[in-house]
């Protein structure tokens, strides 16, 4: 008898302790266990609770790279660079490394891939005016395009920190920059990643390899039944297998947070 009450005092016990109170400080053992230097956000569109690994590098703006393509297809669809995410534009013979941008691309196709030459066509169509109002609009980041409008997102001149970014994406989620309505449908549908019963992840990809250190990045949000959750996260890439990093160190994050 005694050595049951025993048993359910400890098992009383041990329901009331955190499932994580075992562990440190947010994400600190997974980012020095793997010698990465780099932050991590996440925040509730609920509640505005936050987890946040580093914040003072959360603060500091990086090249966004391919994490611009979110902002981008927004305003070359509104800004009619093409009519839909199906309307393809013709490759131009230049062969690149990336197998899968050496072919004819629409809007659907590249996005996934990340597929940089279109996207350079779809800026030339734009044009630099329509970039900085919307820039402003959004308020992104340093909001400069500088000399080059096919290249400012990629070579250092336009920068975003990751707590900007996470206002950039609740913006969009809540689709408060007044872009058409079709427009944002788009986006949200290109951008998901990964879809189960419990969740949905929307997101985006970016390297920075024109500037130094090389930046990585991961940055969108998770639908979960009971909430929305925005992330971003930026890492020092030293070399190119460290890519896989950047979705792993979220997908790890989002797990801590008790979110996965």
């Known amino acids: 008898m005694k050595h049951l009450i025993i048993t359910a005092i400890s098992i009383l016990l041990s329901a009331a302790i955190p499932a994580n109170s075992n562990k440190g400080p947010f994400l600190r053992d997974y980012m020095r266990d793997n010698n990465i230097t780099g932050t991590v956000v996440i925040e509730s569109l609920q509640t505005n609770k936050k987890f946040v690994y580093d914040e003072k590098r959360a603060a500091v703006r990086f090249t966004p790279a391919s994490t611009f393509k979110i902002v981008n297809t927004l305003i070359a669809l509104q800004e009619k660079a093409v009519n839909d995410e199906n309307e393809i534009i013709k490759w131009d013979g230049r062969v690149s490394e990336f197998a899968d941008w050496n072919r004819d691309q629409s809007i659907k196709s590249a996005f996934g891939v990340s597929c940089v030459w279109f996207y350079q066509e779809l800026a030339r169509r734009v044009g630099n005016g329509a970039y900085m109002s919307y820039l402003k609009r959004m308020n992104y980041g340093n909001q400069k395009t500088g000399e080059h409008i096919d290249t400012f997102w990629l070579d250092g001149s336009l920068q975003i920190s990751a707590l900007e970014q996470i ?41 920075a390899m024109r500037v130094k250190p ?47």
């Open 214 to 260: 090389v930046t990585g990045w991961y940055v969108g949000y998770i639908e979960t039944k009971g909430d929305v959750w925005f992330f971003a996260c930026n890492i020092d890439m030293e070399r190119p297998e460290q890519s896989k990093l950047r979705k792993e160190t979220v997908y790890r994050a989002l797990r801590e947070a008790g979110l996965l």
């Open 167 to 207: 206002s950039v994406l609740k913006n969009i989620y809540n689709e408060k920059y007044g872009f058409d309505k079709k427009n944002y449908e788009i986006l949200k549908e290109v951008m998901i990643v990964d879809r189960t019963g419990d969740y949905i992840v929307r997101a985006k990809t970016g390297t």
